[in-house]
């Protein structure tokens, strides 16, 4: 009898021990960044064409998304778009900046149906 507690008091603790170690793991993984495709992207396109030997790097050495948008030649409204739109994408990936996402979300949500409502061929 003394020993069945025993090994029942042995056994219950290594299950809470390795319950305790994957929730451990588990908030260490949830509370991280993830990685940024669009950057990584950029790198490795870059990469691609610098070991191609391509005489004209279209994508001119950059080593981030950002860095690319400003060496391109795109209309001023457009880029504008586009550093909006990975500004989002940038704050989904840190799970600590969720608020700050939210605002920016509704912030483009309201942009959007203001454009909507006063579209002239809409209306």
Do not use: C
């Not at 993984?29 to 691609?48: C, G, P, R």
């Not at 064409?49 to 950059?62: D, K, M, Q, R, S």
């Amino acid at each position: 009898m003394k020993t069945t507690i025993t090994i029942t008091l042995i056994w219950l603790f290594g299950a809470m021990a390795i319950g305790h170690s994957q929730t451990a793991q588990n908030a260490e993984t949830d509370s991280a960044k993830q990685m940024n495709l669009m950057d990584e992207q950029v790198k490795i396109l870059n990469s691609v064409f610098e070991l191609g030997g391509a005489t004209e790097n279209p994508f001119g050495g950059a080593t981030n998304y950002m860095e690319l948008l400003e060496q391109g030649d795109f209309d001023p409204a457009l880029k504008k778009e586009l550093k909006e739109q990975y500004k989002i994408y940038d704050l989904s990936l840190d799970p600590k900046k969720k608020d700050s996402l939210a605002l920016l979300i509704n912030k483009k949500l309201k942009e959007a149906m203001d454009k909507s409502l006063n579209d002239p061929i809409r209306n």
